[in-house]
């Protein structure tokens, strides 16, 4: 099997269960509790953990709220067990960066990893996300390459992939639907 097939079959199948990611990520966190050497970290940069914690978790939130609210039903951004798009979400957040629900779970996550206060489980979950989401993100882009063609192609090619550009941001048609 040719790799674009076997990344795309890849993709498709952790896009079907991307929600059990969380379980996994938990599970890492445990061993990194324990050789974490909580003692050592002062009152002030604890609290500096924590609230850089919680406002990159808040932000991952609030990205995922304003995506799934602004998102027709009967597209990429309201699906669960497979690729779905009758139209291409070209408006809103989806006008600064492709994989805008994906990009709100890196933050929540990151969030998470950062309450640990072990800089080494930052590293290894994001490494570890870029690994998982970059297959589900290739199998996504390659169902509407395929679904859409030259408009998906001029779209992707003006939109980057998981870092927003809001010089294209133009407004969606509707809120929260």
């Not at 990893?113 to 390659?142: C, G, H, K, Q």
Request: charged letters at 15%.
């Amino acid at each position: 099997m040719a790799l674009v097939q076997t990344f795309e079959k890849q993709g498709n199948f952790l896009f079907k269960y991307r929600g059990q990611f969380p379980v996994i990520l938990f599970l890492l966190a445990i061993p990194f509790i324990g050789i974490t050497d909580y003692a050592s970290i002062s009152e002030v940069n604890e609290r500096y953990y924590i609230n850089i914690s919680v406002f990159l978790s808040f932000v991952g939130f609030l990205i995922r709220f304003y995506t799934i609210g602004t998102t027709p039903h009967g597209t990429s951004g309201r699906n669960t067990k497979q690729q779905v798009a009758e139209v291409l979400n070209s408006t809103g957040i989806y006008a600064t960066l492709r994989h805008p629900l994906y990009l709100g779970n890196y933050l929540i996550w990151i969030g998470i990893a950062t309450y640990v206060f072990n800089p080494l489980f930052i590293l290894i979950i994001s490494l570890i996300f870029w690994l998982y989401y970059d297959r589900i993100m290739f199998a996504e882009e390659r169902f509407l390459e395929k679904k859409f063609g030259d408009e998906y192609l001029d779209w992707s090619n003006k939109i980057p992939a998981f870092i927003p550009n809001f010089l294209t941001i133009k407004h969606p048609p509707s809120l929260f639907h």
